[in-house]
């Protein structure tokens, strides 16, 4: 179960994007579970996303179905559920991709972002 704080940053959205945040998230600790790997992954494409336009409260169920799972890798679908068990919101094969602290030193290399401070923010070692 995910629930979004009530403390009115929710308002003006029709799913709060922490809602969605805590459902990868919990797609993570399932791939933890299966695989016993707790490596950095990132969203890196959704193939469909489907809006049902029910109303929901400020907390879902997501139900996960795993499609693939490597050490680098893993695709899913994912529901959000609100308590009548209705889907709100379905995404349909997303697949989170590992992310490496060489990946993330690029990306602050890029953008000029090479400080101590920012290396620590980031959790490159």
Request: charged content about 20%; hydrophobic content about 40%.
């Amino acid at each position: 179960y995910l629930e979004v704080k009530r403390d009115g940053t929710h308002v003006g959205f029709y799913l709060g994007p922490s809602l969605i945040d805590g459902s990868f998230q919990a797609a993570l600790a399932l791939a933890d579970a299966y695989v016993g790997n707790g490596t950095r992954k990132i969203p890196l494409s959704i193939r469909r996303l489907q809006p049902f336009g029910r109303q929901y409260s400020i907390g879902v169920w997501s139900y996960l179905q795993l499609i693939d799972i490597t050490d680098q890798s893993m695709a899913f679908r994912s529901w959000l559920l609100n308590d009548a068990g209705e889907a709100v919101l379905y995404f349909h094969h997303v697949r989170l991709q590992e992310v490496r602290d060489e990946h993330i030193r690029k990306v602050l290399q890029i953008s000029g972002r090479t400080c101590a401070e920012q290396q620590t923010l980031y959790g490159v070692e």
